[in-house]
């Protein structure tokens, strides 16, 4: 890949994500004394998989079929994330206006700072690949903070509520 | 010099070479967010406590080495450098030693500067049993050189080992874009 299609890709996925708000979230939630990230190994590595799972699925899609897209994440995100998250799509429908682009999202890295009764953060490393037809796929990458909110029985049905982009623009 | 240690050593003059490549500016008072915490007991059992305080030194020292790694300055390399040795150990202290003339030549014939600001850490994984630990840092790094400051988002994977002295870095990567 040239240096060229990086940049494209890195427009892209600035496009994908420039539209979340940030959400403050403390510098040193990690040192929580009720923090019980990495101490209950169970949970904190089912709120790591449902983490990596909520975000493969929020940023993959087609441009084609955004509609479908809604209607697949609707489950996985709660709270402010569900107006940021419309304002994503909206803001990527605009992008790839008259396009067709399939974005495919990899974690590639994930790591649970915070976890107590209610509520995990998770960092994230993400690769978005994009495909246009009759073109090469391209690739770039992105970090954030994904706050996950438990479910009524356990991590394995939290829903995200909030992503942090740490300063991406 | 086994092949994980080469590739700590590649880590580290990319991300010279890396750092060089941008443009930057000097934020004053740039100090790792953890590193500045004020401790907090942690709560539950004497067994979970341990295992909170390690959590929580693993993650500080993994911020605060990937920062120290990712500042590096024309007008102070040596401390910046000296401040690298510090705060890594065992092979990839080694290899800094013996590398730090080749190192000092190349960053100041590239003339640039850098200094990080960790936004965000966290373990990915611990082995407190074999005293490792994975820990994944997003960092925002100020390029300095001739040309206008520029910000750039790193993201690193670094892996730490404790020590007599506490936990240091054992190696340190950029997260690739796969």
């Known amino acids: 890949m040239g240096n060229r299609g990086l940049s494209k890709a890195g427009i892209v996925l600035a496009l994908v994500l420039g539209g979340l708000p940030l959400t403050v979230l403390g510098a040193d939630a990690a040192r929580q004394p009720d923090n019980r990230a990495h101490v209950d190994r169970a949970e904190t590595a089912q709120a790591q998989t449902r983490a990596v799972a909520i975000t493969e699925a929020l940023f993959s899609y087609s441009s084609a079929d955004l509609p479908a897209q809604r209607a697949e994440v609707a489950d996985l995100i709660t709270g402010d994330l569900v107006t940021q998250y419309a304002e994503l799509l909206g803001q990527a429908e605009e992008g790839v206006r008259g396009q067709q682009v399939a974005f495919t999202s990899k974690v590639t890295h994930s790591g649970v700072r915070l976890l107590d009764p209610g509520k995990a953060e998770v960092l994230l490393f993400l690769t978005q690949s994009s495909t246009r037809p009759g073109e090469a796929p391209q690739s770039a990458g992105a970090q954030f903070v994904l706050t996950l909110v438990r479910g009524g029985s356990g991590w394995q049905q939290a829903k995200g509520s909030a992503i942090d982009l740490l300063g991406a623009r | ?178």
């Open chain 2, 1 to 178: 010099m086994n092949a994980p240690n080469r590739r700590a050593l590649v880590a580290v003059v990319a991300l010279v070479l890396v750092a060089a490549a941008f443009g930057f500016a000097v934020l004053l008072g740039d100090r790792t967010t953890a590193g500045t915490a004020v401790p907090v007991q942690p709560t539950g059992t004497p067994a979970d406590r341990e295992v909170a305080t390690t959590r929580d030194d693993v993650v500080r020292a993994g911020g605060d080495g990937a920062r120290v790694f990712n500042t590096v300055r024309v007008a102070t390399f040596d401390a910046d450098y000296d401040a690298w040795e510090a705060v890594a150990t065992g092979e990839l202290l080694d290899l800094l030693r013996t590398d730090r003339a080749v190192n000092r030549e190349k960053f100041l014939a590239a003339g640039t500067s850098t200094t990080g600001h960790v936004l965000a850490a966290a373990a990915e994984r611990i082995d407190a049993d074999r005293g490792t630990a994975t820990v994944l840092v997003a960092l925002r790094v100020t390029t300095e050189s001739a040309a206008a400051p520029t910000e750039t988002l790193v993201r690193v994977v670094v892996t730490v080992t404790r020590t007599a002295d506490g936990w240091r870095l054992s190696g340190i990567d950029h997260a690739p874009i796969q």
